[in-house]
């Protein structure tokens, strides 16, 4: 990860969010401070700042003070509610972009999610 | 006696600074400030004036015009400024007969912040050889000692002119590392001085760039590498979709096209994609680069 071209606080916030998503960090639980962060992905501890407050603003993430950040109660539906929104924009469409591009009509494409679906 | 009085006044606070060797002018009317407890990329080409600029800062050379103020008050021969200010010089000098162990022996003196077990720590890591004479290490091992002594001074404010010539990736590695681990536990104000941008772009909160003695970018460095962006594609379509737009650079191989521009919007983002193009990001290197050839013209008129 950092390096994909979007803003390094952005990449950030998404792998975090990513981790609550898939469980790995849990719901009221304690998330690395900005320092650990910074350490771990070897980004400014400022830049590291700017990416867990993006989660603070949007209610992902909440401060005990003195304590530290916890995961929100709540979270993990709300990420995945908007993540479902941007799945058309973001997969579907470049995936419809693509298979036009070599010619397989939608018919096909969607035999060909049902056949990947029993192998995967 | 304390030189700084209020905690989030600027610790460096330049304005107008000239100065000029013979006909050259090294620094050519620079201002700008140093916010505390930041981490600064002093990014430009090799004699671009970094190193002078670092040397009036940390009164080793005398202004031509211009005014300085390190915590709140001139350098020039003050001892209460330069005792919180560190100095990593590119090729610092030492005394002949002096072992590597006398570098590290002497350093208290001059830094009231010094941590000898951090410095035992790093000397371990770094492996420097104690005993040798200083006139035998190697360029990496003297870069390596300049890297203990930057970090284990504390100062408040440190400067590390093109740290690392001559150390291995482990080693560069070593110090970033330790760097931000140091500066989340003591921060402090730390100015990068490098022509080698990719390398360090990820620590850094501002940048300064500077070319021809003069302050080109002065910018959040999440700012800079968000301003552009590149699109990639048939040439025909690269050019419908720039058309009208400030281009930044262009490239190009056979029916192929590559072109920088200023950032986009979402909008923009998704016509792009519709249109077939793909966006790339664009290093804060390569944007450095592109944005010094802009105004290259100029550079040319008074070199």
Redesign the interface.
């Known amino acids: 990860m ?8 952005v990449q950030l916030a998404e792998q975090i969010e990513n981790d609550i998503i898939d469980g790995v960090i849990e719901e009221e639980s304690q998330i690395p401070s900005t ?1 650990e962060f ?2 771990f ?7 590291a700042g ?1 990416g867990v407050n993006r989660l603070v603003e949007d209610g992902v993430v909440y401060k005990k003070r003195g304590i530290g950040m916890f995961v929100a109660q709540g979270a993990r539906e709300r990420l995945i509610a908007q993540r479902r929104e941007g799945f058309r ?1 973001e997969y579907l ?2 995936l419809l ?1 693509e298979a036009a ?1 070599l010619g397989i009509d939608p018919k096909q494409l969607s035999d060909m999610i049902r056949t990947e679906e029993v192998t995967a | 006696m304390t030189a700084a009085t209020n905690p989030t006044a600027p610790v460096v606070r330049v304005d107008g600074l000239t100065k000029r060797f013979g006909s050259f002018t090294a620094v050519d009317g620079v201002s700008f400030t140093l916010e505390p407890d930041r981490i600064y990329g002093l990014l430009g080409r090799n004699g671009a004036g970094k190193t002078t600029l670092m040397q009036l800062l940390t009164a080793q050379q005398f202004p031509t015009t211009g005014g300085i103020e390190v915590f709140g008050e001139s350098p020039m021969e003050n001892p209460a400024v330069l005792r919180r200010v560190c100095f990593v010089k590119e090729s610092q000098k030492y005394p002949d007969d002096w072992r590597v162990k006398h570098v590290f022996a002497s350093a208290p003196w001059f830094f009231d912040n010094w941590d000898a077990a951090f410095a035992e720590r790093l000397i371990q890591e770094f492996r420097l050889p104690m005993k040798r004479p200083i006139k035998k290490v190697s360029r990496g091992q003297l870069s390596a000692i300049g890297v203990v002594v930057g970090l284990a001074s504390r100062a408040p404010l440190t400067f590390f002119d093109e740290p690392y010539l001559g150390l291995d990736a482990v080693a560069r590695q070593i110090f970033y590392d330790r760097l931000l681990e140091d500066f989340a536990e003591h921060p402090r104000t730390v100015v990068l001085s490098t022509h080698l941008i990719d390398e360090v772009s990820n620590l850094l909160e501002h940048v300064l760039v500077i070319d021809d003695g003069r302050i080109l970018i002065d910018q959040d460095a999440e700012d800079v590498r968000s301003s552009a962006i590149t699109v990639v594609g048939g040439r025909r379509a690269v050019d419908a979709f720039v058309a009208g737009r400030e281009v930044l650079h262009r490239d190009g191989v056979g029916g192929l096209a590559s072109v920088t521009v200023p950032a986009l919007t979402d909008a923009e983002r998704r016509d792009a994609a519709d249109a077939g193009l793909e966006l790339a990001p664009v290093s804060l290197q390569q944007l450095i680069v592109r944005r010094t050839n802009t105004t290259e013209k100029e550079f040319e008129q008074t070199s």
């Open positions: 950092i390096d994909d071209g979007k803003p390094i606080f320092n910074a350490a992905y070897r980004i400014n501890p400022a830049t700017r924009e469409r470049p972009r591009k």
